[in-house]
């Protein structure tokens, strides 16, 4: 990625994405928290114990890599009441095409089934083939994640095939919390050539707002990429 990170992203005055940072540290922490009993199914990381001071430390390890253009770490928030609604990001991914981007995404609990990780999975799209030039973006899924598949559908991804054992071997303690046995993952991707057939993708970057860092700000934060 290399380039500083956007410094918000919203959807509609509906989402905003900015980056995962300890300043919104106990916001998400509470998210995660609330969504840990769905999040053990299919995220090995929510299988260790972390307390509030830890998960900050870990979400500015997140910022910071964001910050370097190493990756892009995101919490997602309501602009108007400013609640927490999920986490995402961009990875590159494939050291064969340094253009080729994968995505994730989670939305808190209390708020599935309400189109959030559609349009977040959108955002995350979007962005990476318009500000990044993305000559790929992925996503893969467990067999069993009926939700994210559902999301990966309503996003128009084309389905590439079946990775085997590409989840860890769980342990017996991650299978006694939910962790799914499946270890197999369905992977997905999207092109450019696949852009002008999307039926939502005109229309929804009509919508979408990226911001950019202002001058004085990009300095700041250029600096803070170092310390």
Avoid at 105 to 129: C, D, E, N, P, Q
Avoid at 179 to 200: C, Q, T
Wanted: charged share 25%; with cysteine.
């Amino acid at each position: 990625m290399l380039k500083l990170p956007p410094k918000k992203v919203v959807y509609n005055n509906q989402i905003e994405l900015r980056l995962m940072s300890p300043r919104d540290g106990s916001s998400i922490y509470q998210g995660v928290v609330a969504s840990l009993p769905e999040l053990k199914r299919f995220m090995n990381w929510a299988h260790y114990d972390a307390d509030l001071a830890k998960a900050c430390a870990i979400y500015a390890e997140f910022e910071a890599k964001s910050l370097k253009g190493e990756e892009l770490s995101f919490a997602g928030f309501d602009p108007q009441t400013n609640e927490f609604l999920c986490c995402c990001g961009i990875i590159p991914g494939d050291r064969l095409n340094s253009r080729a981007y994968e995505i994730g995404y989670w939305v808190a609990s209390h708020k599935t089934g309400r189109g959030i990780g559609t349009i977040v999975a959108k955002m995350l799209t979007s962005l990476a083939f318009r500000d990044y030039q993305a000559d790929r973006v992925y996503v893969t899924c467990n067999l069993e994640n009926h939700l994210s598949l559902k999301i990966i559908e309503n996003c128009g991804f084309h389905l590439e095939g079946r990775l085997r054992n590409y989840f860890m071997q769980p342990t017996s303690k991650m299978l006694a919390e939910g962790y799914s046995s499946i270890r197999d993952a369905f992977s997905f991707s999207l092109v450019p050539d696949d852009l002008s057939s999307l039926a939502w993708f005109d229309e929804f970057n009509t919508k979408l707002s990226i911001a950019q860092y202002h001058t004085e700000e990009k300095s700041q934060a250029s600096r803070e990429r170092f310390v």
